[in-house]
């Protein structure tokens, strides 16, 4: 059984990443409404994930029989005085969300939850990960911000390449939806 401190970081964290899906998907209709397909479709593809996210934490708190709760979210932002805003707004997001994981997996130990400082891992990892994608992408963004189509370009040749199975060690999301 989780610790009632982990299961309630467990559920706040849920809440946050809901609201990062939400503020991926204000991102990718900017990009739709600039007609910047790839970015857009990179900004729709990340808010996925990131319900995916919720979704795993929903599923680790059913698996644990500790009340899951899907709580409300504030509105995201939806407007930008440029095409690199949402990028860096983005990065900033993931930083933060890097902070949260990182003190639940701190907690985790501290509680002697074993449980959950193993499933905690699976996003330390990806946080790495995420961190460094958005870092990559602001970078590109910032040198060809006079350049829209050049961004779209280097998306669509990363897009290609980028393919790829699953992480076996991801965990479940509720309700069996694929990873």
Same mark, same amino acid.
Not at 159 to 178: C, H, K, L, V
């Given at each position: 059984?989780?610790?009632?401190?982990?299961?309630? /970081?467990?559920?706040?964290?849920?809440?946050?990443?809901?609201?990062?899906? +939400? @503020?991926?998907?204000?991102?990718?209709?900017?990009?739709?409404? @600039?007609?910047?397909p790839?970015?857009? @479709?990179?900004?729709? $593809?990340?808010?996925? !994930?990131?319900?995916?996210?919720?979704?795993?934490?929903?599923?680790?708190?059913?698996?644990?029989?500790?009340?899951?709760?899907? *709580? =409300? %979210?504030?509105?995201? $932002?939806?407007?930008?005085?440029?095409i690199?805003?949402?990028?860096?707004?983005?990065? &900033? +997001? &993931? $930083?933060?969300?890097?902070?949260? %994981?990182?003190?639940?997996?701190?907690?985790?130990r501290?509680?002697?939850?074993? /449980?959950? &400082?193993?499933? %905690?891992?699976?996003?330390?990892?990806? +946080?790495?990960? !995420?961190?460094?994608?958005?870092?990559? #992408? #602001?970078?590109?963004?910032?040198? #060809?911000i006079?350049? *829209?189509m @050049? %961004?779209?370009?280097?998306?669509?040749r990363?897009?290609?390449? /980028?393919? =790829?199975?699953?992480?076996?060690? &991801?965990?479940?999301?509720?309700? =069996?939806?694929?990873?």
């Open positions: 059984m989780t610790s009632t401190a982990f299961a309630d /970081a467990v559920n706040e964290q849920i809440g946050h990443e809901y609201a990062a899906h +939400q @503020q991926y998907v204000a991102i990718a209709v900017f990009y739709d409404a @600039q007609t910047l790839h970015l857009a @479709q990179f900004f729709y $593809k990340q808010a996925l !994930e990131e319900r995916g996210h919720a979704m795993m934490m929903v599923q680790y708190l059913l698996d644990q029989d500790a009340g899951p709760i899907v *709580p =409300g %979210i504030k509105p995201p $932002k939806t407007d930008f005085d440029d690199a805003a949402p990028v860096s707004l983005a990065l &900033e +997001q &993931e $930083k933060m969300v890097t902070e949260q %994981i990182n003190a639940m997996a701190a907690l985790a501290d509680e002697g939850d074993f /449980a959950g &400082e193993q499933f %905690i891992q699976w996003f330390t990892k990806e +946080q790495v990960e !995420e961190v460094s994608s958005m870092s990559n #992408l #602001l970078t590109v963004v910032e040198r #060809l006079d350049s *829209p @050049q %961004i779209e370009d280097h998306l669509a990363e897009m290609a390449a /980028a393919g =790829g199975g699953g992480d076996p060690t &991801e965990p479940a999301q509720a309700g =069996g939806a694929p990873a």
